[in-house]
Nanobody, 124 residues
Framework: QVQLVESGGGLVQAGGSLRLSCVAS????????MGWYRQAPGKQRDLVAR???????????NYADSVKGRFTISRDNAKNTVYLQMNSLKPEDTAVYFC??????????????WGQGTQVTVSS
């Protein structure tokens, strides 16, 4: 099992910045990748950014088109923490942001773990 705790959300004006943090605990050595998702009211939960961890493909990132060039995902393996630096925030970035950890077993079965979410509100 993996437990995730997010922090860093809040209220910011358009054009501002926030940094989200997610600390993982438990079976962290089994994690293949970590990511951030967001969910606005009445909408589905969508991927924002993901970063791989462990092995030869460690540190590979991918982003949703809507945040490329504005958001940066990074990780600190020593602290079991993943960050999401969000710059040039827009009102449409307003959502609950969820941290995700993914484990894929040798039979290619995927397990997803989720944090409780942190609210990000961008005012215009």
């Amino acid at each position: 099992q993996v437990q995730l705790v997010e922090s860093g959300g809040g209220l910011v004006q358009a054009g501002g910045s926030l940094r989200l943090s997610c600390v993982a605990s438990g079976s962290t050595s089994s994690i293949n990748s970590m990511g951030w998702y967001r969910q606005a009211p009445g909408k589905q939960r969508d991927l924002v950014a993901r970063i791989t961890s462990g092995g030869s493909i460690s540190g590979i990132t991918n982003y949703a088109d809507s945040v490329k060039g504005r958001f940066t995902i990074s990780r600190d393996n020593a602290k079991n923490t993943v960050y999401l630096q969000m710059n040039s925030l827009k009102p449409e970035d307003t959502a609950v942001y969820f941290c995700n950890a993914r484990r894929i077993n040798p039979w290619d079965v995927r397990y997803d773990y989720w944090g409780q979410g942190t609210q990000v509100t961008v005012s215009s």
